[in-house]
């Protein structure tokens, strides 16, 4: 099991950018799938992106595609994402998690198959 911190979240204009980034701890990044999820008040978890251990796999929500990436350093044990032109629905808290690397592709969206969930920061856009 790793531990994950998410950091970089605050309060945003519409319009404006923003990276979170997720330190990985106790274990190999190199290890792990990453994603990407986000809950607003009174709504369910739902999925934002998602990289694989490799860098090769990629998936992005309808909603964000276009205007926000993911990325990572395995050498620095990080995963990063980076959000473009922010709008008011972007707000809620958002969380990193990990998933063992041999994980089926299709997994990757899917909230359930993590195992290894951040504690979530939050992300505020206003009008």
């Known amino acids: 099991q790793v531990q994950l911190v998410e950091s970089g979240g605050g309060l945003v204009q519409t319009g404006d950018s923003l990276r979170l980034s997720c330190t990985i701890s106790?274990?190999?990044?190199?290890?792990?799938?990453m994603g990407w999820f986000r809950q607003a008040p009174g709504k369910e978890r739902e999925f934002v992106a998602a990289?694989?251990?490799?860098?090769?796999?990629?998936y992005y929500a309808d909603a964000v595609n276009g205007r926000f990436i993911v990325s990572r350093d395995n050498r620095k044990s990080a995963a990063y994402l980076q959000m473009y032109n922010l709008k008011p629905e972007d707000t809620a808290v958002y969380f990193c998690?990990?998933?063992?690397?041999?994980?089926?592709?299709?997994?990757?969206?899917?909230?359930?198959?993590?195992?290894?969930w951040g504690q979530g920061t939050q992300v505020t856009v206003s009008p």
């Open positions: 998690a990990a998933q063992w690397w041999t994980t089926a592709d299709q997994q990757m969206r899917i909230d359930s198959a993590y195992t290894d």
């Open positions: 106790g274990g190999k990044a190199r290890d792990y799938n």
């Open positions: 990289i694989n251990f490799g860098r090769s796999t990629f």
